[in-house]
């Protein structure tokens, strides 16, 4: 898939608009106060985050990037959707977060040919590493912008989730399948997503891939938590089984949802 990268970029594009007017992401609360972190990369981020240095990969129109700003970082988003990045900018103004900061545009791949410095933290949440085919490059990125002492946040879906097919009665998708899934992309996963159309390509990538992918890189694993539940009710088939707490109706708390990773990058690198 040469061209996942433009197939992507244009669903994504698609995407903007109507999550920007979603009650699923309530950007008018948001601007009023409300806070998009969720409980899950909060309980690893440190408690002051004033001056420390951001690196949000795969920010899409940047909430979570400047919900960091907000707690006193200063932040560098960074999204392969032009649209988004227009939008996060636009919201950035709006919020009176300008002066905390910045946003580029570009693949996660091509990062090292438009931002050459280290991070205190690199953060990614939710729905991100599956729209990438290689890990290793991703974990190398992941590194190369850290810091010595440096930390890396990770939230992300759990791969069980993405096995199942629509009525979650059968697995569809090997567990440890590198071939590239291609589907028709028929809405979001907001509300007010009817109109977003077009082909969208993605990877699964099990637990262990991407846990040693990150160690191969030089960095330390700290911490490791699996959870039952999904902070977002972003799948067809949820139900709620406590504020902001979703589980897959079929089989409710029966198996991981999201994982979380807390990674260092050691002062004396390898």
Not at 41 to 66: I, K, S, W
Not at 88 to 98: E, H, V
């Amino acid at each position: 898939m040469e061209n996942y990268l433009d197939i992507n970029r244009d669903t994504w594009n698609q995407r903007v608009k109507a999550h920007l007017s979603s009650d699923f992401y309530d950007v008018e609360g948001w601007l009023a106060g409300a806070d998009s972190l969720k409980d899950i990369e909060l309980a690893l981020l440190p408690d002051n985050l004033e001056d420390l240095r951001v690196l949000h990969l795969q920010c899409h129109f940047g909430q979570d990037t400047l919900s960091l700003a907000r707690r006193g970082a200063q932040v560098t988003g960074v999204d392969l959707s032009d649209r988004a990045i227009e939008a996060a900018n636009d919201l950035a103004q709006r919020a009176g977060l300008a002066d905390r900061s910045r946003f580029i545009n570009c693949d996660l791949y091509s990062l090292p040919d438009h931002l050459n410095e280290a991070f205190d933290i690199v953060f990614t949440s939710y729905g991100t590493i599956g729209w990438l085919p290689d890990i290793k490059r991703w974990a190398d990125i992941v590194a190369r912008f850290l810091r010595p002492g440096g930390q890396f946040v990770f939230a992300e879906f759990h791969p069980f989730v993405w096995l199942w097919n629509e009525e979650r009665t059968a697995i569809k998708y090997p567990y440890f399948s590198k071939e590239a899934i291609v589907e028709a992309a028929s809405g979001s996963y907001t509300d007010g997503s009817e109109a977003v159309g077009g082909t969208e390509v993605s990877w699964d990538h099990p637990l262990s891939e991407v846990i040693t992918a990150l160690i191969d890189a030089g960095l330390q694993l700290k911490s490791f938590q699996e959870h039952d539940y999904s902070p977002y009710d972003c799948f067809h088939d949820t139900v709620e089984v406590a504020p902001g707490k979703y589980h897959l109706k079929q089989m409710p708390g029966l198996i991981p949802m999201v994982y979380s990773l807390d990674y260092l990058k050691p002062e004396s690198e390898k």
